[in-house]
């Protein structure tokens, strides 16, 4: 997402620091207040640890009344301390993020004037709060922005990888927007979800996982509808291998510390809907497909029935690694393997050309090296092999990628693998 709504929080060396906010209020303009920490505004009989949170019960109103409040990020809803704030009768809050959060700020409708800033930013303004004896701020009103760069970045809350419960399938398949997304809303709560907030609006800007979902379901649904002959496992194909790990700067998707990201951030990469109506190529996946891949995860006959007609015989398992995923994870390559994919043309013919990326000390070879498809629906296989390069390995999860083009379509899967000795 290349928009943000931002603010600035100015303290009295004028040093300036930016920030993410949907206060809809603000403080006049150029007029500089008491700043104060919040662990220096507790009760007496409370940490200086707790009160710093933003606590319900932590903060004394006559230390904070009228000033600008530091609060540290965790434990309670970001909101939650800017309603603290204000019931303690502050004039406004900078919400400083802790050093898990890093540089994820997030844009929230707190109650009275209030600014998001990362780590870097909070560190520095509660060094000056200590380096003088009167500290002074102002928080500037917020404006939207367009064009941000870099976007997108990978936002703290995303899920991670590698996968826990089957680690030879790569997770997360793809990332898509989540931070600041202007949603319908309920007005039978307020914008913060919170008892004492009064507000109603028609609409929010939320973030979380649960906004990236929507996005990549109506990606889905708008592929079905264009290609209503596809298989969910072809949508997701589609979805995966159209999509890109470089941000709008075409660099690097970064994380939310502003360190490269990697597949177990982003999966494929941030969805491009409009690239994924014209894949070239699909990793296909049918209900027999399904069903040999529960037998594989140690699935018996009965159990499986439970999700058939009838009963299904688990002779024909598959090895984990050869379940034809847009994506190649080997959690545990020792000497070196052979995987296997079916690709299927869903464009014109052609020829389609490998390339790879290889994993640091990970040789990879893909035979054969061309596919040519005559028509549409035709199905190729081949086979990727790796083998670790000895002294190069890393004894850690490292990556690379294998793309098919035919100079018009690429078709990119992330290749995930980690060398054992």
């Known amino acids: 997402?290349?928009?943000?709504?931002?603010?600035?929080?100015?303290?009295?060396?004028?040093?300036?620091?930016?920030?993410?906010?949907?206060?809809?209020?603000?403080?006049?303009?150029?007029?500089?207040?008491?700043?104060?920490?919040?662990?220096?505004?507790?009760?007496?009989?409370?940490?200086?640890?707790?009160?710093?949170?933003?606590?319900?019960?932590?903060?004394?109103?006559?230390?904070?009344?009228?000033?600008?409040?530091?609060?540290?990020?965790?434990?309670?809803?970001?909101?939650?301390?800017?309603?603290?704030?204000?019931?303690?009768?502050?004039?406004g809050m900078v919400l400083a993020n802790n050093l898990v959060s890093g540089s994820e700020i997030l844009s929230d409708p707190h109650f009275l004037p209030a600014s998001h800033v990362n780590y870097t930013d909070g560190a520095a303004i509660f060094s000056y709060i200590n380096s003088t004896k009167f500290p002074t701020a102002q928080i500037t009103r917020v404006v939207t922005n367009l064009g941000v760069k870099p976007s997108p970045f990978m936002a703290a809350f995303s899920s991670k990888g590698p996968n826990t419960i089957i680690p030879e399938i790569l997770k997360p398949d793809v990332t898509a927007p989540g931070v600041s997304v202007i949603a319908a809303y309920t007005e039978a709560a307020g914008p913060t979800d919170q008892a004492y907030d009064k507000r109603r609006v028609p609409y929010n800007a939320m973030s979380g996982t649960s906004m990236s979902c929507p996005h990549v379901s109506g990606v889905a649904g708008l592929l079905k509808t264009l290609h209503p002959e596809w298989s969910p496992a072809a949508i997701r194909s589609a979805i995966m291998t159209s999509a890109t790990i470089l941000d709008n700067a075409m660099e690097s998707i970064m994380n939310n510390s502003f360190y490269k990201a990697?597949?177990?951030?982003?999966?494929?990469?941030?969805?491009?809907?409009?690239?994924?109506?014209?894949?070239?190529?699909?990793?296909?996946?049918?209900?027999?497909?399904?069903?040999?891949?529960?037998?594989?995860?140690?699935?018996?006959?009965?159990?499986?029935?439970?999700?058939?007609?009838?009963?299904?015989?688990?002779?024909?398992?598959?090895?984990?690694?050869?379940?034809?995923?847009?994506?190649?994870?080997?959690?545990?390559?020792?000497?070196?393997?052979?995987?296997?994919?079916?690709?299927?043309?869903?464009?014109?013919?052609?020829?389609?050309?490998?390339?790879?990326?290889?994993?640091?000390?990970?040789?990879?070879l893909v035979k054969p090296a061309y596919l040519k498809f005559k028509k549409i629906g035709e199905e190729k296989s081949f086979k990727v092999m790796l083998k670790v390069k000895g002294a190069g390995a890393t004894e850690d999860y490292s990556f690379g990628e294998l793309i098919w083009s035919d100079t018009e379509h690429h078709v990119r899967s992330p290749i995930v693998v980690k060398a054992i000795s």
Not at 20 to 41: C, H, M, N, Q, V
Not at 289 to 305: H, K, T
Not at 318 to 335: A, E, Q
């Open 1 to 91: 997402m290349d928009r943000d709504f931002s603010n600035y929080v100015v303290i009295g060396d004028q040093s300036r620091f930016k920030g993410a906010s949907l206060s809809p209020k603000s403080l006049p303009r150029g007029k500089f207040y008491k700043l104060i920490s919040a662990a220096d505004a507790r009760l007496s009989h409370v940490s200086a640890n707790e009160a710093l949170l933003c606590k319900n019960g932590t903060l004394d109103p006559r230390k904070v009344k009228g000033k600008i409040l530091v609060c540290l990020r965790g434990d309670n809803a970001r909101v939650d301390k800017g309603e603290q704030a204000l019931l303690a009768s502050a004039v």
């Open 262 to 364: 990697t597949p177990f951030s982003y999966g494929a990469g941030h969805i491009q809907p409009n690239r994924a109506m014209d894949p070239g190529l699909v990793y296909d996946l049918g209900i027999i497909d399904y069903l040999n891949f529960l037998c594989s995860l140690g699935y018996n006959a009965m159990q499986i029935s439970n999700v058939t007609d009838g009963a299904y015989d688990c002779s024909k398992r598959i090895g984990l690694l050869d379940f034809n995923y847009p994506s190649i994870t080997v959690p545990k390559l020792s000497r070196s393997i052979t995987v296997t994919r079916t690709v299927k043309n869903v464009g014109f013919p052609g020829t389609y050309r490998a390339s790879i990326l290889e994993p640091n000390g990970v040789l990879v």
